[in-house]
């Protein structure tokens, strides 16, 4: 099915409970998120877009078209004209800001076809907020599992009708909000090859718009997946994660975790204090394996 499915929505949200919503952001921001503000300019990766055609598209989705922001190597690279294998790439709490833009850039760099699809455009824009839990509370809150689901599939109906990118290898990757949703979309969509889950919560309060968690999903999990952790995350305990482990190898899955000693929540967001570069680096490294070793190369 190329990573493309039709169904599957069903038990995250009842049917018509968001599919007449418009977007109300149309674009992405430019720069980093409000209230993320001041950056921590000296540790900031910047990848330039040198060797790739890079940046922002609009999905057609329900309601619209949604904002993304699309990287891949340049037809004179020496990753040839495609199509690249694929990766989405999904947002922290923050949305699209040019920290994510940025991880698209790297992919391609690594030969990929990176999309990351502004998926809260229906509800708002994070990066025009100043304060993280005005965010979470107005914004993110509101933003059902099932909408995020068939953002992603529309993202990759989009990256297929392109041409140029090879949705038969299809991964995905996400960081802190996006590492929860990472772990929802391997449970979804069966056309996936490799997941990747940075720092995604595994088990937190349930609700209406955001009924299930990792931990409820582990059965269901249709690809091989990573999960990088921190142990002094203090929003995600290190007995979660063990639990995460346990249910994907009681349910049979291929499941493998990192949890990196001594080292915070967001250790790959080079733009915030809590970055950990040696983390990081390992972490990418890893990702990148796992998704050559599951045929995402």
Same mark, same amino acid.
């Given at each position: 099915?190329?990573?493309?499915?039709?169904?599957?929505?069903?038990?995250?949200?009842?049917?018509?409970?968001?599919?007449?919503?418009?977007f109300v952001t149309t674009s992405l921001a430019t720069g980093f998120a409000l209230s993320l503000?001041?950056?921590?300019?000296?540790?900031?990766?910047?990848?330039?877009?040198?060797?790739?055609?890079?940046?922002?598209?609009?999905?057609?989705?329900?309601?619209?078209?949604?904002?993304?922001?699309?990287?891949?190597?340049?037809?004179?690279?020496?990753?040839?004209?495609?199509?690249?294998?694929?990766?989405?790439?999904?947002?922290?709490?923050?949305?699209?800001?040019?920290?994510?833009?940025?991880?698209?850039?790297? *992919?391609?760099? %690594?030969?990929?076809?990176? #999309?990351?699809?502004?998926?809260?455009?229906?509800? /708002?824009?994070?990066? =025009?907020? @100043?304060?993280?839990?005005?965010?979470?509370?107005?914004?993110?809150?509101?933003?059902?599992?099932?909408?995020?689901?068939?953002?992603?599939?529309?993202?990759?109906?989009?990256?297929?009708?392109?041409?140029?990118?090879?949705?038969?290898?299809?991964?995905?990757?996400?960081?802190?909000?996006?590492?929860?949703?990472?772990?929802?979309?391997?449970?979804?969509?069966?056309?996936?090859?490799?997941?990747?889950?940075?720092?995604?919560?595994?088990?937190?309060?349930?609700?209406?718009?955001?009924?299930?968690?990792?931990?409820?999903?582990?059965?269901?999990?249709?690809?091989?997946?990573?999960? *990088?952790?921190? %142990?002094?995350?203090?929003? #995600?305990?290190?007995?979660?994660?063990?639990?995460? /482990?346990?249910?994907? =190898?009681? @349910?049979?899955?291929?499941?493998?975790?990192?949890?990196?000693?001594?080292?915070?929540?967001?250790?790959?967001?080079?733009?915030?204090?809590?970055?950990?570069?040696?983390?990081?680096?390992?972490?990418?490294?890893?990702?990148?394996?796992?998704?050559?070793?599951?045929?995402?190369?």
């Amino acid at each position: 099915m190329d990573g493309v499915i039709e169904t599957g929505l069903e038990g995250l949200l009842p049917r018509g409970r968001w599919s007449r919503r418009g977007f109300v952001t149309t674009s992405l921001a430019t720069g980093f998120a409000l209230s993320l503000q001041p950056v921590a300019a000296q540790t900031v990766i910047t990848t330039d877009s040198t060797g790739l055609v890079a940046g922002e598209v609009k999905v057609p989705a329900k309601g619209g078209d949604m904002p993304a922001y699309r990287a891949m190597p340049d037809p004179s690279s020496s990753f040839g004209s495609g199509p690249f294998p694929t990766v989405l790439v999904i947002q922290e709490v923050w949305g699209v800001h040019e920290h994510i833009k940025d991880v698209c850039r790297r *992919l391609a760099k %690594a030969g990929y076809y990176a #999309i990351a699809s502004e998926l809260y455009a229906r509800q /708002g824009d994070p990066t =025009k907020i @100043a304060d993280t839990q005005e965010i979470i509370k107005t914004i993110v809150s509101k933003v059902p599992d099932a909408q995020v689901m068939a953002d992603l599939d529309a993202s990759v109906a989009f990256a297929k009708a392109s041409g140029k990118a090879d949705t038969a290898k299809l991964a995905v990757t996400g960081f802190c909000w996006g590492g929860r949703i990472t772990w929802l979309y391997a449970a979804h969509n069966p056309g996936l090859k490799a997941a990747a889950a940075w720092y995604g919560p595994i088990d937190r309060p349930r609700t209406e718009l955001q009924p299930k968690f990792p931990i409820d999903l582990a059965a269901d999990l249709k690809c091989p997946v990573l999960g *990088l952790y921190g %142990a002094a995350d203090q929003g #995600i305990p290190v007995d979660t994660v063990d639990k995460m /482990g346990a249910a994907c =190898k009681a @349910a049979g899955k291929n499941c493998e975790f990192k949890i990196y000693p001594d080292t915070p929540h967001a250790f790959n967001a080079d733009y915030r204090p809590s970055y950990r570069a040696e983390a990081a680096k390992d972490g990418w490294a890893k990702m990148l394996a796992w998704f050559k070793q599951n045929g995402v190369a």
